[in-house]
C-alpha cells in the first residue's frame, strides 16, 4: 500500500528496461528536487507495480474472502450508496500514487491526512499533487504545502494542501473527521475508499469497498506493534495495527477506514500480507479465524491503525494549533 511516482519519463525508462529504471532510480536521488516522489522506496514500487502489471499480476494476491468487493466510483454507483459511502468518497483523494482524506480547515487551513511512509517529510510533500473528483466527474487538484506533523509509529501524517480560489471553492462540505474515541469492535461492518493498483490494468482506478469480509477481525480494541507482512515492499521498523477483512492493495494507503453502521473514521490503511495465502479467500477459512482469534489474523490479513493510537502521539504536539483542533475536533482531548 504504498505510493507512486509522477515523473513520465522515469516511467518510460522503468517499463523498457529494469537496468535503465535502476539509472533512473538515481537520476531521481540526485535529482533537481523537481520530481514529486516520496522515497527511494515509492521508486522502487513504481518499478514493481509496472513489472507485476504486464505479467498480470492478479487481483487473487490482494483478495480476502470468495469475491473480489472492489468497485468503481460513478456517480451511478454512488447514487445507490448510503449518505455516509457518499461522505467518504468525497473526503478520499489520491495523494501522489497513494491515498489521503481530507479533514477540513483547520486553524485557517486546509488540513489532510495520509500515512508516513506516503509523505514521511517536506522533501515528499514538495509540489505532491492531491486529486479530488468533483460532480461532474472531473478532477480537480491541489498540493502539498506542508507537512503538519508525521509519526512512524503509527504510519500517519498530517498536511497543509492548497488549492486555487475555484478549488478551493469546491472543498465545502467534504471534509470527514477522525472519531478518537471511538471503539474499534470485532465484527464491525467497514467500508473505505482508495486507489489500489489491483484490477486497475494500465490506469488507476477511485474504487470502493464494503463486502461482507471487509470488517474487524481483531479482537476488541486489540492493537498490535508488529513488522510489515507485506513481502513484495515491506516497510521498515513496526506500526501499531489491528486487523481488518477488506480487499486492499498497493495505492490504497493512506485510505480512511470507516464504520460502516454510522461513517466513523476509526483508522487509516497501512498494509496487508502480500502475495495472498490462497486459503484467505475461502469463507470457511476465515469464519474459523475469527471464531478461534487465531495468530493468522495477525500475519494473513489487511491492517489499519486505529484511529486511538494516532490520538496517543498527536497528544504529543498537542501545543501545535492545527494538531489540536484536528484532535478537539475528533474527540481526541
Not at 527511494?40 to 505479467?55: G, H, P, Q, T
Not at 475508499?193 to 486497475?200: D, K
Request: proline share 4%; aromatic share 10%.
Amino acid at each position: 500500500m504504498k505510493s507512486a511516482l509522477n515523473f513520465p519519463r522515469a516511467i518510460r525508462f522503468a517499463r523498457s528496461n529494469l537496468a535503465v529504471a535502476m539509472l533512473a532510480l538515481v537520476t531521481v536521488a540526485c535529482g533537481d528536487g523537481s520530481n514529486r516522489v516520496s522515497s527511494l522506496r515509492d521508486f522502487r514500487e513504481v518499478i514493481k507495480f509496472d513489472l507485476l502489471e504486464r505479467a498480470g499480476y492478479p487481483i487473487s494476491n490482494y483478495q480476502i474472502g470468495p469475491e473480489w468487493g472492489r468497485f468503481e466510483i460513478t456517480d451511478e454507483a454512488m447514487a445507490k450508496e448510503t449518505p455516509e459511502f457518499n461522505k467518504l468518497v468525497n473526503a478520499t483523494a489520491s495523494v501522489g500514487g497513494a491515498t489521503g482524506f481530507y479533514l477540513g480547515v483547520h486553524n485557517g487551513i486546509h488540513v489532510m491526512a495520509t500515512n508516513n511512509h506516503v509523505i514521511k517529510d517536506e522533501s515528499g510533500c514538495y509540489m505532491a499533487t492531491v486529486g479530488f473528483q468533483d460532480r461532474s466527474g472531473q478532477i480537480f487538484e491541489g498540493f502539498c504545502h506542508h507537512v503538519i506533523g508525521t509519526w512512524k509509529d503509527v504510519d500517519f501524517t498530517l498536511f497543509e494542501v492548497r488549492f486555487t480560489p475555484q478549488n478551493a471553492a469546491k472543498m465545502s462540505g467534504r471534509e470527514s473527521l477522525m472519531r478518537f474515541d471511538a471503539p474499534i469492535q470485532k465484527g464491525r461492518d467497514l467500508m473505505m475508499a482508495g486507489f489500489g493498483i489491483a484490477g486497475a490494468n494500465t490506469r488507476r482506478l477511485y474504487r470502493g469497498t464494503h463486502d461482507s469480509d471487509c470488517k474487524v477481525y481483531s479482537k476488541d480494541n486489540e492493537f498490535r506493534y508488529m513488522p510489515d507482512p507485506d513481502q513484495v515492499n515491506p516497510g521498515e521498523g513496526k506500526v501499531w495495527l489491528f486487523a481488518l477483512g477488506c480487499d486492499i492493495s498497493h495505492g490504497d494507503s493512506g485510505s480512511a477506514i470507516a464504520a460502516r453502521d454510522n461513517g466513523d473514521l476509526i483508522g487509516i490503511i497501512s498494509t496487508g500480507r502480500i502475495p495472498k495465502n490462497p486459503k484467505v479467500r475461502e469463507s470457511a477459512y476465515l469464519d474459523q479465524i475469527y471464531a478461534d482469534g487465531s495468530e493468522d489474523v495477525w500475519g494473513e490479513l489487511g491492517y489499519a491503525v486505529p484511529a486511538a493510537k494516532i490520538a496517543e502521539y498527536m497528544r504529543r504536539q498537542v501545543s501545535d494549533p492545527v494538531i489540536e483542533s484536528v484532535l478537539r475536533a475528533g474527540n481526541g482531548l
